[in-house]
């Protein structure tokens, strides 16, 4: 640190150190940018570990969120403002760390995620396992994270001007964390993977560091002994104990509406976006500009504005912007006369969907992030110059509000009383924040139209409150296709759930559809039907012997159904992810799914897949798969290479597993990534596919411990038995009667297909490829064109089955004519025991 002596040295000191400020908050703005990145990586890989349920998401944002919080209290607490000390020299320390840390994650998270796998995994003591798991990888680079605010403005004078800067600070930092969102959801991890977005967080860190001990070595450290003039006064000489605490008590109940209102809207906007990565990183990014503008605002009226009513009337405004929000999403935004699929080009999707966000979204955030600045200023007194503590303490308190809203929010009130009803507590909430702060001031003189304005205020949030609209239920149905099928089907159930939201359609045809997060999951289309019972039919007939089965998601509960008809099976667990979803299937698809929810072999396990499989010692005879589409953002999870190696790991010998892939709403590319990922862990797996009309529209891939021909003889002969009854009167109710009408559905093996697979990624955990391939074809139609591309590659799968040479003869027959013409009945509803009656055919609705 450069040594002056004097008035005027000590004046032209602080000048320096004024002008290179923006240089500061440029270097924040890279702190901020660095700390998303580090977010989302370590989300990705600590899910991979605990799971994706609501539970396993609240741990870690509760940790990550503690950790700030600490942080911020701990710095001023460890480290009081001393002279030889320069802020700046403080801070660049804690972004050195920040980088070690960063780096040491890759190595530390999934080495404590193997010994998580050997701890208790239900109830309370499993919910205490992954809390503790979570506090041991992220805390320490949290923490650090935490304490770098109140560290870089203790560089600032607590001037009216200097609080100012406080807030512009802040705001830069958040700004920096609008660009790690877009940069990392859209190209570090669309085109590289956690490793590289890692070092490259990590970089920003070391010449954040670097450029701060740089300004720290050029300028004077603050002290209130400075030779140089003074400061101006503080904007006051003390605050009284309850005007104090009324801040703080607002700032955790901002806190508290904002995160809660996020966790809402997220969930209400990827209906209508799609829940793809890149619509999650654009309503990120959107809230957190929101916030950062809002910051710039407040800071820039904090000088001369009284800071406890701005605070009071910023929350004011953050309650009618709930309001404003939540008419948007559910009247405006679902009827909008869009089209997704006529998009000349992903990018103006990605615009549409941005614009839509801003919309919705920057009102209240701006309400929110105008906030910090007037609560800095409310605090800020001559009696503690420490800028660190005032600015910690203000940070700490939001941020703990934020954990308890997301947190009740989430795992609480959307699931108890709905996203309407939810809103309404948040809009409230905000309300209250907003008179805590305005009750003091009330007291003082000449404060009648303050009371006045108040009373105005809560009137009309009341109002607000009553008035706010449900969601619609078209939109939890079909999402962001709302437009193209709105009044096409009658919406007959809808409920949202602890993980996603879910509804049961009939459409016009008679047939019922079921839907998870805006998109139809399973039906009683024909076609729809005879996919979900290949999944459980091709594995359940090659495996010799099934005795035990595990399915992947219940859906409709067809395919897991599926299996209740085999006499050998005595298990059948099934893992789902949302508890509301078996009953609700079971009310409108039992005699689709033979009732499997309460067939006596059945065991529903409600936990993410990846989780269950991971920490399970059970081995299975079969496993089939169908999880939710890969666009969907955390999908890509269940289609990685080394889930299929768990998946492989817990196969009894002989066993089989079946894997749903999409055609539709899809590419070449991401076919080719999911066909490529499963064959390098089943390397003689087979390609079996589910036409619509004679053309491609979805896929079963089938692998198999041990590479044995497929005995056809023996599977006629068991289909032959009364016992097997059942499975026959399956098979023949989605228009496959015969044993060859199953298995001429063959279309391809690992490696026939090789040549049209060699240039496709493989989808890695720490490097999930597959959901940016898919988010970007998600609007695609090309299910056709994939198929017969990959049909190009077909070849008679000589060895693959045996048995009597005119039945195999018979076989490749059927495999190498013209696929039959659609049936008059393909999309019309599968009953069970009664001829359907005639019905116009539908347009098949995306499941």
Not at 151 to 173: F, H, K, Q, T
Not at 679 to 685: S, Y
């Amino acid at each position: 640190m450069n040594e002056t002596t004097g008035p005027a040295a000590g004046a032209s000191s602080l000048a320096r150190a004024e002008v290179l400020l923006p240089l500061v908050a440029l270097l924040f703005a890279g702190s901020g940018a660095s700390a998303l990145i580090y977010e989302i990586v370590w989300y990705q890989l600590l899910q991979l570990a605990i799971g994706s349920t609501s539970v396993s998401l609240g741990v870690l944002l509760a940790t990550f969120m503690g950790g700030l919080c600490i942080g911020s209290l701990a710095l001023p607490r460890l480290l009081p403002r001393a002279r030889g000390i320069h802020p700046l020299l403080i801070y660049a320390g804690i972004e050195a760390l920040i980088a070690l840390f960063g780096l040491i994650e890759l190595i530390l998270i999934p080495l404590i995620g193997t010994a998580y796998l050997y701890g208790p995994q239900a109830g309370l003591a499993g919910m205490l396992w992954r809390g503790t798991i979570a506090a041991i990888c992220l805390l320490p680079p949290t923490v650090l994270m935490g304490a770098s605010l109140p560290a870089i403005v203790r560089w600032v004078e607590s001037s009216p001007r200097g609080v100012s800067w406080w807030g512009l600070l802040y705001g830069a930092n958040t700004a920096g964390a609008v660009f790690g969102c877009l940069v990392a959801g859209f190209y570090l991890l669309r085109l590289y993977d956690v490793n590289i977005a890692t070092f490259i967080a990590a970089a920003i860190n070391v010449v954040v560091a670097a450029a701060s001990f740089a300004v720290a070595r050029a300028t004077p450290a603050p002290s209130t002994t400075e030779a140089a003039p003074k400061p101006a006064p503080a904007p006051a000489v003390s605050v009284a104990p309850f005007a104090r605490l009324s801040v703080y008590t607002a700032i955790a109940l901002s806190g508290a509406s904002a995160l809660g209102a996020e966790v809402v809207w997220t969930r209400l906007m990827g209906l209508t976006l799609g829940a793809t990565v890149y619509a999650f990183s654009i309503i990120l990014a959107v809230f957190l500009a929101g916030l950062a503008l809002g910051t710039a605002i407040g800071s820039s009226l904090v000088r001369d504005a009284n800071p406890r009513a701005g605070l009071a009337w910023s929350q004011m405004l953050a309650a009618f912007g709930i309001a404003w929000t939540a008419y948007i999403l559910a009247e405006w935004y679902p009827y909008w006369p869009i089209n997704p699929q006529l998009a000349k080009s992903i990018e103006v999707t990605f615009e549409i969907d941005f614009v839509r966000s801003v919309w919705a979204t920057l009102p209240a955030t701006i309400a929110w992030g105008a906030s910090f600045p007037f609560a800095f200023a409310a605090l800020a007194t001559n009696r503690d110059p420490d800028s660190g503590r005032v600015v910690g303490r203000v940070y700490a308190a939001n941020t703990f509000g934020a954990i308890v809203g997301a947190l009740l929010v989430s795992l609480l009130l959307i699931p108890a009383i709905g996203t309407q009803n939810s809103q309404r507590v948040l809009l409230v909430t905000s309300l209250l924040s907003g008179l805590v702060v305005l009750l003091p001031l009330m007291k003082q003189k000449r404060s009648q139209g303050l009371e006045i304005a108040a009373g105005v205020a809560v009137g009309l949030a009341g109002l607000a409150t009553l008035w706010l609209p449900p969601v619609p239920p078209e939109l939890i149905a079909y999402g962001r296709r709302i437009a193209i099928t709105a009044g096409q089907s009658e919406i007959v159930y809808t409920a949202e759930g602890r993980n996603t939201s879910i509804a049961v359609s009939q459409w016009n045809d008679g047939a019922y559809q079921f839907h998870v997060a805006g998109k139809v999951e399973a039906s009683t289309e024909m076609f729809d039907m005879k996919l979900q019972r290949m999944l459980g039919h091709l594995p359940g007939l090659i495996n010799p012997d099934p005795k035990s089965v595990l399915v992947v998601g219940f859906g409709g509960g067809v395919t897991a159904g599926s299996f209740t008809t085999y006499p050998s099976v005595q298990r059948l667990v099934i893992c789902e992810i949302e508890p509301l979803i078996p009953p609700a299937s079971t009310r409108y698809f039992a005699a689709e799914n033979y009732n499997v929810m309460n067939d006596k072999r059945t065991e529903i396990v409600y936990d993410d897949a990846r989780h269950f499989v991971a920490t399970t010692n059970e081995k299975f005879d079969i496993i089939t798969s169908d999880p939710i589409h890969p666009f969907v953002k955390g999908s890509a999870t269940l289609y990685s290479k080394e889930y299929f190696e768990l998946v492989k790991a817990h196969l009894n010998p002989g066993g089989v597993v079946s894997q749903w892939v999409p055609l539709y709403e899809s590419d070449a590319a991401t076919v080719k990534s999911e066909i490529a990922t499963f064959f390098e862990v089943f390397p003689a797996g087979t390609v079996w596919a589910n036409l619509l009309n004679g053309n491609g529209y979805d896929l079963v891939l089938i692998g198999r411990l041990e590479a044995k021909p497929i005995d056809l003889d023996a599977i006629q002969a068991r289909l032959d038995r009364p016992d097997y009854a059942k499975v026959s009167e399956s098979l023949r109710l989605v228009q496959m009667p015969a044993l060859a009408d199953l298995f001429v559905t063959y279309a391809g093996s690992a490696r026939d297909l090789q040549p049209w697979l060699k240039d496709a990624a493989i989808n890695r955990d720490a490097d999930l490829r597959l959901q940016y391939l898919a988010g970007l074809a998600l609007n695609h139609a090309e299910e056709d064109s994939i198929y017969r591309e990959m049909r190009q590659y077909w070849a008679p799968p000589i060895g693959l089955f045996s048995g009597s040479p005119a039945r195999i003869d018979a076989l490749y027959t059927a495999m190498t004519s013209p696929p039959p013409q659609a049936d008059e009945n393909l999309n019309r509803p599968a009953t069970v025991g009664k001829e359907p009656q005639p019905q116009t055919p539908a347009p098949p609705p995306q499941k």
